[in-house]
């Protein structure tokens, strides 16, 4: 028994919620423990039908819900191992089911069928294997503090939704046998009063639908009872509990040992007094773990270093930020298919079986004098081409409509402080910067530059910007535009060329002399005006 | 992990946690409520056909049925915090899926919509919807936006178990684990006594200590997190 793969919390809570989480377990787990219900449990309803006279019938549902206990166990084998993480199909546990009736016939006689809590002391039987004296310690602990009575309300509680199932399933029936004016839920039962036959039969199907609905809903709920009992009882949530907080302090002692090599010891200890209390929880496997890549490729792409000192210095930072507490990567180990899933034969088949249809020796065209087989091709193909000449003659529309859902915000009248409103820029931006750098209004004159680039790129080529960019980010957005190939690498370097210019001038006030700003300028004429690159904002 | 909760977060970060309550405890509250009901009603139609008799005390009587159908619970979960008498005695509330107090909207929908999940017999649909939805919502709790939860219960904290000097924590635990190790201490002399020694043992890597001594230290701890130690 793992508790570690626990899969629900067993914190001690009420006992109507802990029999409240077995109808969580089970809808997680329905599969297989209704198909493995099911496939005796049908097989024992037909049986009985066909081996019974119609006249005792009714015996035959006494005698499926005197069988009950039989069936509660394949539930309760599936559950108890699922709910440790343990996956079980119910074809293992139909195989393991004649092992677990052991004890049947003490659980089918005296007072235990009718028992209403009997499934909260079934695990004692089945799953701990107790017999005898210790058996009946074991059951008085578990039923202890009210648990017992929760188990028997619950109990009761399930046969009476078994009855409104049935009850709810007859009045299905009257529904659909009635007209509509005299609707009566209980119809069917009144109009077949006199046929004891008929009454009998349903009677055995609603039973056997309804009793094979709520029967695992009583074992999950009672299981779940039991389970939170235990823990209950003998602390299981703190020994989880306990466990993980072991675990935390050696993955936090072997970090911190690995860190202590490296870094200065003060350093160290600051660091995980302050930011220990953030530290999110890791494995104690994440210790050995490799890098990962978008890690190192950061550390590459950093220029080379000055000197060894900067080297050291780069080493130790890089342990630090690689350590349990300050890394923004996690380590798991996890389970992974080894091979990805194959297709379902079924998903073509219906293809296959119309192109048969179409060809094969049993197709339409086949026994009549002309290949009509040849016509239906034809008639198919030209279908398919009008198809196709619609899509294109209505292109224009059907594209307006596309476009529609592919709108985009405006961009923002303002970046870096600057006003992108292409409606402020003069119509020859390069001749009025011209000008004004003749004019000596250096700074003016490289601020309309930078100013008229922005208001291109969001404007005319449709470069995504946001209002808080930088001139770096709005770059990098240059970058990606480009890499997409929504913009010529002649408006991407231009713009590289212009920013570079702005930011030596605005933030180093390194200026550049006329040549270089008239070519700067001739090159932007070409990079930011060419209308034949121009992209429809 | 399946914990049987429904996490909500506030803006304010804080998650609260609302317990849905099944389809038995609803059934035994409904059947708590009905049987109410039917006594309400029995008393009051006797008593209007005595005072009024005949057709006015008849029509009188016919109005009563009428709203104990169905004004008493619409009435009762506005006006009493979400709880019919049935509800509030097996300790139930409705509220709305966000936690809110249920209004008269979500209320008059949810109970209205009682016909539905009484279909097609003795409430059909409701338990089907109940079994299959995953926080066992009817159908007029779905199209309502409410759901029945378990009200919660006034903790009342036991005291610490013994008289332990506090002592500071080995290393800084965080605030879930702070809460686990007093939730332990509290709860651990009620497991057997072969049980708190494991237990003990397998807090070794914390205390340094084993068995009963180990448990000590815990309980040394804990004293060091809520400073109530005895003198």
Known sequence: MQLESLQIDVRPGSHWAAIDLGQSLLRRYWKPVYLAWWVPWLTLSVLLWACLPADMLPWGSLAMWWLRPMFDRLPLYILSREVFGEPVTAWQALRAWPHQLRGWARSLTWWRPIMAGRGLYVPVWQLEGARGKFATQRRRALGARGAYGTASWFGVACVHFTLVLEMALYGLVSFFLASPEEMNPAGFLVTYANNPQLLALTGHICYTLADGLIGPVYVSGCFTLYLRRRAELEGWDIELSLRRMAERLAARSTALRAKSATVGKTLAAALVCSLLWFAPQHDAQAAGCPTPDFVTDIRKARPPTHDASQTALRNDLDAVLSSDELRNWQCQTIWMPKKTQKEKPGDYAWLEKFFRWLFGDGSPGHHEGINLGAVKVTLIALLVILFAWLLWRYRGPLGQLLKVAERRPPPPEEICGFDIRP???PDDVPAEVLALWRAGRTREALALLYRATVSRLAHDYAVELMAGYTEGDIV??????????????LTESGCRQVTD???AAAYAARWPDDATLIGILDGWRSAFTAPALKVAA | MLDGKLHLSTPEGITLALTPAGAARRGYAWFVDLLLRGVLSGVAVGGLLYAFGGRAGYGLALIVFFLMQWAYPVVFEVFSNGMTPGKRWLGLQVL??????VGWRESALRNLLRVVDFLP???????????????FRRVGDIVAGTLVVYRDRRVRRLPLPVDATPRPLPFPLTPEEQRALLDMVERVRAVPPQRQAELGNLAQ???GLTGEASLQRLFQYAAGLTGEAKP
Not at chain 1, 478 to 485: H, L
């Open chain 2, 205 to 207: 890597p914390l205390t």
């Open chain 1, 501 to 503: 210019l702005w930011r």
């Open chain 2, 96 to 101: 709305r899926e966000d936690g809110l107090p």
């Open chain 1, 476 to 489: 990098a957005a240059c970058v990606e535009a480009r890499r997409v190939g929504a913009l010529p690498s």
């Open chain 2, 121 to 135: 017999m003795l409430y059909g649909v409701g338990l089907a919807s109940m079994l299959i939805d995953g926080q």
């Open chain 1, 423 to 425: 409606e402020t820029l």
